[in-house]
């Protein structure tokens, strides 16, 4: 069973499946990665004997992928299929399902399995949400909808060579429970699968969220673990923002900037002109659109429009975390707090994970030292005498130390905030 807290769905095991492991950097958020490490430690306890040689390589600052990717044995790979009781996997905890040097035909068989596992859950989780889209919206699925040669091409994927091995009958008119669920299923996307990206701050949520919501799944949602900066849901840019507007992500919204004041005569007036952002401390910064009508001045609400009335994908759930193990970084409390405030004005569940290493509003045990950081609301992190003096241009900086995650919890503000987003394919959540 894994400690990974968000796989423990009500009336569901969590476990970890790496059918497929090795991965790369690809942004900050990779750093510190836990799974490059285990695969380091893996390596020298089993003396490089292992499926993941090649996968990591020796740096200063311990293991580091290489890309190399792998397959792990067939036995692995179809181990959800022999699962009894309901479980909800974390697939590909040591690496990315859709990493570069993943080939489709081993995707195919990861989504086979998922395919002919309905009683199970599977969390998929990434930071290539380009791929994951062009591979999940090729071609036209059963039912109609954009969507997917891979359903296709699953239902042979692991006819003889895999199914035989987990003692499986495949052939269309098998009463067995796997293949049965399998021809019989309509639905596309997979309703037990999940799909979700990464994000570190704003700049990844602008870049990883948008595509997110334009790939087929039946349960979208993030990880802002480690959670590196601010980010703001409610206001996502896009490309070209003046043509594009901006996205709404927890309501769905997409909304323009820009509209022109319409007279009553029906004259075109001038632009309107966006309102002043004011932050999560309530003090007025940059300019900056408000993307939903409550926020909108009343007197102004009018002449906003979204760009378009045809509905707009949104996020279902929005975990967050900050980052445990060695040379872990502190994570500002505004963040989560404004993250879980978002997540509870829109309606969506909102899972915190824990504080990590670092933990605000702790009082040391007599005799014990800790280090301290100074966390700016922006993402910088002040050291040495820089702590004491600060940066004359922030306020609303904060002390964290370095407790260690299990002192430091899970608790934000006393509450425990584990909340998972109704379940599309039945059953507890």
């Not at 408000?290 to 975990?319: G, M």
Request: net charge negative; hydrophobic share 40%; with cysteine.
């Amino acid at each position: 069973m894994t400690q990974i807290e968000w796989t423990h769905l009500p009336g569901f095991k969590g476990e970890s499946w790496n059918p497929i492991v090795g991965c790369a950097i690809v942004s900050k958020g990779c750093t510190n990665c836990y799974a490059m490490k285990q695969a380091g430690r893996i390596l020298r306890m089993t003396g490089g004997d292992s499926h993941y040689a090649g996968t990591v390589t020796d740096s200063k600052a311990g293991p580091v992928w290489t890309g190399k990717v792998a397959r792990a044995s067939e036995t692995t790979l179809t181990a959800p299929l022999r699962a009894r009781d309901p479980r909800c996997y974390f697939v590909n905890s040591m690496g990315d399902l859709f990493a570069e040097g993943v080939p489709d035909e081993w995707i195919d068989q990861v989504f086979a399995v998922m395919a002919l596992a309905p009683e199970h859950r599977f969390i998929v989780l990434t930071k290539r949400p380009e791929r994951m889209r062009e591979y999940l919206s090729a071609g036209v699925s059963p039912n109609g909808k954009p969507g997917n040669d891979v359903f296709m091409r699953i239902t042979g994927e692991l006819l003889d060579r895999t199914l035989s091995d987990a003692g499986i009958r495949w052939h269309e008119l098998s009463d067995d429970r796997h293949s049965t669920a399998l021809f019989a299923k309509k639905a596309w996307p997979l309703p037990n699968v999940w799909l979700g990206v990464s994000v570190e701050d704003q700049a990844s949520a602008d870049a990883r969220i948008p595509l997110l919501l334009e790939t087929p799944a039946a349960i979208r949602f993030i990880s802002a673990e480690p959670l590196l900066g601010p980010v703001d849901l409610t206001w996502l840019a896009q490309p070209n923002e003046d043509a594009d507007g901006v996205l709404d992500c927890l309501r769905g919204l997409n909304w323009v900037c820009g509209k022109r004041y319409v007279a009553e005569d029906g004259r075109e007036g001038a632009p309107l002109v966006r309102l002043d952002h004011i932050d999560a401390h309530g003090k007025r910064g940059e300019p900056r659109l408000y993307v939903t009508r409550e926020n909108i001045r009343p007197d102004l609400q009018q002449h906003w429009e979204p760009a378009s009335f045809d509905p707009v994908a949104k996020l279902d759930w929005v975990i967050a975390g900050g980052e445990s193990g060695p040379d872990a970084r502190p994570m500002h409390s505004v963040w989560a707090r404004s993250l879980r405030d978002q997540c509870a004005a829109a309606g969506v569940p909102f899972f915190f994970k824990q504080w990590g290493e670092w933990a605000p509003d702790w009082t040391p045990e007599q005799g014990r030292t800790c280090s301290a950081r100074v966390v700016c609301p922006d993402g910088e992190v002040l050291t040495g005498a820089r702590m004491v003096f600060g940066r004359s241009d922030v306020a609303d900086a904060e002390v964290m130390l370095a407790i260690g995650k299990k002192a430091a919890g899970h608790l934000l503000d006393g509450v425990e905030h584990f909340n998972w987003p109704d379940d599309p394919a039945g059953g507890a959540s």
